[in-house]
């Protein structure tokens, strides 16, 4: 059961690499390019919706989310760009992509939305 878990877990990750390329592709339509982003900044983000070392909650997000908005944005993306690119990610899937920039960029829309929401919260408390 563990190596069955390993793989999908496996599955997962080049599924996200897939879409990283796919968000990428210039045939790929924007409003799947649009959620394509936004999975793979969630999934490469260190920041997650729920923490990891909250029991059980913490891994929640992680085994829910990523895999219905993979499957979500699947749906949107044309079968022979998806095709494409996930045999591009399993060539990647030996050295995978390493952005310094796209973490730091991932890191300060994090911090832009914590900013945004806590002028919100801070303009409504003083009302």
């Known amino acids: 059961m563990l190596d ?6 496996r599955q997962l990750r080049r599924s996200i690499t897939a879409l990283y390329l796919a968000a990428r592709h210039p045939r790929t339509p924007w409003y799947a390019k649009v959620l394509a982003v936004a999975v793979c900044g969630y ?20 085994l829910l989310l990523l895999p219905v908005g993979v ?4 749906q949107l993306i044309p079968p022979s760009i998806w095709a494409e690119c996930q045999a591009q ?7 995978g992509p390493r952005s310094w920039i796209a973490a ?3 890191v300060l829309v994090w911090l832009l939305t ?12 003083s009302l």
Request: hydrophobic share 50%; with cysteine.
């Open 4 to 9: 069955r878990l390993k793989e999908r877990a």
């Open 71 to 74: 499957w979500l944005t699947v």
């Open 104 to 106: 730091i960029v991932i």
């Open 114 to 125: 914590f900013y945004v929401c806590a002028r919100l919260i801070g303009s409504y408390l």
């Open 43 to 62: 999934a490469f983000s260190p920041i997650d919706l729920i923490p990891d070392p909250i029991p059980v909650l913490g891994y929640l997000d992680d």
């Open 89 to 95: 990610a399993k060539q990647v899937e030996v050295s």
